[in-house]
């Protein structure tokens, strides 16, 4: 176990990269784990680290995935079920109570946010490793016979059903316990970023993994001055020092500083701000280069907020700056949301709004199923675009994928008989047929040796 912290200065993600590295060389596989909401993003940033941009020893996933790739080739007798099965479990045993078997909740059986909070229970007594059981608790007794009573209808038909009743984390800790996965887990190490506090269910997973002698490398942010503060009630960094000396404690682990000692207006400006907070005193002011490093405005309304971003992101693009390099945080992502993209599409300034996604979102796992939608259609024109929108698939630019796709629709091109043919119809010389074919060949030629290799035993 190995715990390093740096301040804010420090690419930490490229620390941590370093850190994966070396354990590749030493032998391991690494799985390289990030919070939900920054597992895309951060995937990004480890590969633009890496030499050669790419890693077959280095899988940037989460705790939850990770598990997956363990249990992968488990025969499961159950049934996964989804959140909206879940819920329809959930609407079925409260239809068949009577509402005066619910002294509270009696009212709200059908209620579509009150079985939607029940949906959200579920998971949040699996995160936290406990069952409806523990419910007992519950200081008020209507309310905790209301909650046992269909929680307990719910197990029974988890049950009768067979559908999964424990998540893929809480699997895999029951294989790893039980020593099914000794000879998988002998050669893997884990690099944790990102975090600043685990669920009981991760925390489970990283002290039995430690135990069993998995290499494990935890990063956090916080500076030397709040680690050795004794005093962090408010400190900027207090959630990432108590993390961390909780960590500490729990496997007698002494953390490692490894800050880089950047010196400018963005480091001088973070020691004065957490000074504000831990009313301590700054040995040195900020200089006038410093107070020019940060602009404050004060608006009135939400839009003309915005406006101001919208104005100050073209104006650095005429200065020279690209849109890659440019991000804005935003408080609550859902109440900027929608004016936002109005803003930003008056201002033709496009923009990715980061967030937790579902692993089906991710360009790998479109590649997989657009390849076998292809081959199981027969070259159906959505499933085309699909697969060159990924942009993992060919070269082809992105003006190259819209002529392409805007000739496919116009031309109706569905079914590999139309793809392997050369492209004949247009419309008063509208399109290059030329420069079409020669996509269609860029596309379609790599696909015909894929698609006809034969299944391996």
């Given at each position: ?75 499961f007798?159950?049934?996964p ?6 819920g ?14 619910l ?9 579509p ?60 800790l ?116 410093d ?19 919208a ?21 609550d ?5 929608l ?6 599409d ?89 420069e079409?074919?020669t ?19």
């Open positions: 176990m190995k715990l390093l912290y740096t301040d804010v200065r420090t690419p930490l993600t490229q620390v941590l990269t370093q850190e994966a590295v070396g354990l590749v060389e030493d032998g391991k596989r690494v799985f390289y784990i990030a919070p939900n909401s920054l597992s895309f993003e951060k995937e990004a940033k480890v590969l633009s680290y890496l030499e050669g941009q790419a890693s077959f020893a280095i899988t940037v996933t989460r705790f939850a995935q990770m598990a997956r790739y363990f249990i992968l080739n488990q025969v007798e159950e049934q079920l989804d959140d909206i099965g879940l329809m479990l959930f609407f079925k045993a409260l239809s068949q109570m009577k509402e005066q078997d002294k509270v909740y009696g009212a709200l059986r059908k209620d946010q009150f079985i939607q909070q029940l949906v959200q229970l579920y998971h949040e007594l699996q995160t936290a490793q406990m069952d409806f059981t523990d419910l007992e608790m519950l200081e008020e007794a209507e309310k905790r016979e209301d909650l046992l009573a269909i929680f307990e209808a719910v197990s029974e038909m988890l049950v009768q059903h067979r559908y999964e009743s424990q998540s893929k984390i809480a699997f895999f029951n294989q790893v316990e039980a020593g099914h996965l000794e000879e998988q887990l002998k050669d893997v190490a884990i690099v944790v970023d990102g975090f600043t506090r685990f669920s009981a269910e991760e925390e489970a997973l990283i002290s039995l993994l430690h135990r069993k002698g998995v290499e494990i490398v935890i990063g956090v942010y916080a500076s030397e001055k709040a680690y050795r503060a004794t005093f962090r009630e408010g400190n900027l960094y207090q959630a990432s020092v108590d993390f961390l000396l909780q960590l500490a404690k729990t496997f007698e682990v002494q953390p490692q500083y490894c800050g880089q000692a950047i010196e400018d207006s963005f480091s001088r400006i973070t020691r004065m701000l957490e000074a504000r907070y831990d009313f301590s005193q700054v040995e040195n002011e900020l200089k006038e280069d107070r020019t490093a940060v602009q404050l405005w004060q608006t009135n309304t939400q839009k003309e907020e915005l406006e101001f971003v104005k100050s992101i073209r104006q650095r693009l005429h200065d020279g700056a690209r849109y890659r390099d440019i991000r804005v945080l935003l408080g992502v859902e109440a900027y949301q004016q936002l993209k109005t803003i930003f008056q201002y033709q300034i496009p923009f990715y709004l980061g967030r937790s996604e579902a692993m089906v979102h991710h360009p790998l796992i479109q590649v997989i199923e657009s390849l076998g939608r292809i081959k199981q259609f027969n070259y159906q024109t959505e499933d085309v675009i699909n697969l060159l929108k990924t942009g993992l698939y060919s070269d082809l630019t992105q003006e190259e994928v819209d002529a392409f796709e805007q000739y496919l629709r116009f031309a109706e091109v569905k079914g590999a008989t139309k793809f392997h043919k050369p492209f004949t119809s247009n419309r008063q010389g509208k399109f290059n047929l030329e079409l074919n996509l269609r060949e860029r596309v379609v030629e790599p696909l015909v040796p894929f698609f006809s290799q034969r299944k391996q035993r």
